[in-house]
């Protein structure tokens, strides 16, 4: 498989020279490869991650220039055969490791925490500075419904998951869903662009520094509802670095009840992707707690 990627990438970029690589496990969605230490280049896994890797290519050419945190430069891509293992994109690796929550657990500071807080805020709101008819018409993304969304990712689940669920955690499930779909929570939202997965492994830190050194992985990047990316964050590091976080974005607390609502969907969403794209990992991963 490395052999036949590397092929890929000299088929387009003859003139690159590759002295050593090797696989990056953590992508779920593409297969990762590392290049001279230096390069990243990412490859659907899948065919429906194809699109998204070119819509990812133009966002991050898009907000370059509006967000201060380090993202990637797509400065190599093929997408000339639209199939796994030919489709890429390549770009400077940035330094950095993924800040776990064992890492930032680990950090006896509170002013540092409090530092790592004000950088991943800061972030979001430069992105969410984005709205979402301008990037609508300046992408030509479509606009997203939040609650339409919500309703059909619960179709998703009933039709796909349900079988695989006990009795009582359906029910759960399903009031969860009711609750908010039918509630005030989804009323007058105004879309922004956002990142989309923003959890520990796509946010990179220097812990001689302890700041945060880059934001990685914009795959599932759209025009959303900001809340979705504090979940991430809510998700990834606990309650009490989200209670931190939010507190520092600009009327937080209108979108609090919205973000521990997209938070309790994660888990499912990820056992939903390993039933759509026969990820087994993927699935047990997300079912686990629900069987």
Same mark, same amino acid.
């Given at each position: *498989?490395?052999?036949?990627?590397?092929?890929?990438?000299?088929? /387009?970029?003859?003139?690159?020279?590759?002295?050593?690589?090797? /696989?990056?496990?953590?992508?779920?969605?593409?297969?990762?490869?590392?290049?001279?230490?230096?390069?990243?280049?990412?490859?659907?896994?899948?065919?429906?991650?194809?699109?998204? +890797?070119?819509?990812?290519?133009?966002?991050?050419?898009?907000?370059?220039?509006?967000?201060?945190?380090?993202?990637?430069?797509? +400065?190599?891509?093929?997408? &000339?055969?639209?199939?796994?293992?030919? /489709?890429?994109?390549?770009?400077?690796?940035?330094?950095?490791?993924? +800040?776990?929550?064992?890492? !930032?657990?680990?950090?006896?500071?509170?002013? !540092?925490?409090?530092?790592?807080?004000?950088?991943?805020?800061?972030?979001?709101?430069?992105?969410?500075?984005?709205?979402?008819?301008?990037?609508?018409?300046? +992408?030509?993304?479509?606009?997203?419904?939040?609650?339409?969304? *919500?309703?059909? !990712?619960?179709?998703?689940?009933?039709?796909?998951?349900?079988?695989?669920?006990?009795?009582?955690?359906?029910?759960?499930?399903?009031?969860?869903?009711?609750?908010?779909?039918?509630?005030?929570?989804?009323?007058?939202?105004?879309?922004?662009?956002?990142?989309?997965? $923003?959890?520990?492994?796509?946010?990179?830190?220097?812990?001689?520094?302890?700041?945060?050194?880059?934001?990685?992985?914009?795959?599932?990047?759209?025009?959303?509802?900001?809340?979705?990316?504090?979940?991430?964050?809510?998700?990834?590091?606990?309650?009490?670095?989200?209670? *931190?976080?939010?507190?520092?974005?600009?009327?937080?607390?209108?979108?609090?009840?919205? /973000?521990?609502?997209?938070?309790?969907?994660?888990?499912?969403?990820? &056992?939903?992707?390993?039933?759509?794209?026969?990820?087994?990992?993927? $699935?047990?991963?997300?079912?686990?707690?629900?069987?």
């Amino acid at each position: *498989m490395k052999n036949n990627l590397i092929k890929s990438i000299q088929l /387009v970029y003859s003139d690159l020279p590759i002295e050593d690589f090797y /696989v990056n496990e953590i992508g779920q969605n593409n297969d990762v490869l590392i290049i001279n230490n230096s390069l990243v280049f990412r490859f659907p896994k899948y065919r429906n991650g194809i699109k998204q +890797l070119k819509r990812e290519t133009e966002i991050l050419n898009y907000i370059r220039d509006t967000v201060s945190t380090t993202v990637p430069n797509p +400065l190599y891509h093929s997408f &000339a055969e639209l199939e796994p293992g030919k /489709v890429f994109t390549g770009y400077n690796l940035i330094e950095g490791v993924p +800040l776990w929550k064992e890492s !930032l657990d680990g950090i006896k500071s509170g002013e !540092l925490v409090s530092v790592l807080a004000s950088q991943l805020v800061s972030f979001l709101k430069e992105l969410h500075s984005i709205r979402g008819d301008k990037a609508s018409q300046d +992408l030509n993304l479509k606009t997203s419904n939040s609650r339409e969304e *919500m309703y059909n !990712l619960h179709n998703k689940i009933q039709s796909k998951l349900f079988p695989y669920i006990r009795k009582n955690a359906q029910e759960e499930i399903s009031h969860s869903f009711e609750t908010y779909l039918n509630g005030k929570a989804f009323s007058n939202l105004d879309s922004t662009l956002i990142h989309g997965d $923003f959890g520990s492994s796509n946010i990179l830190w220097n812990p001689e520094t302890s700041r945060i050194s880059g934001i990685i992985d914009f795959g599932g990047s759209r025009l959303g509802d900001p809340a979705y990316d504090f979940a991430g964050i809510l998700s990834s590091y606990g309650k009490e670095f989200f209670d *931190m976080c939010i507190d520092l974005y600009p009327n937080g607390d209108e979108i609090s009840e919205r /973000v521990k609502f997209y938070e309790s969907t994660f888990a499912l969403q990820e &056992a939903l992707h390993g039933v759509e794209n026969d990820d087994k990992q993927a $699935f047990e991963n997300g079912i686990k707690d629900y069987r």
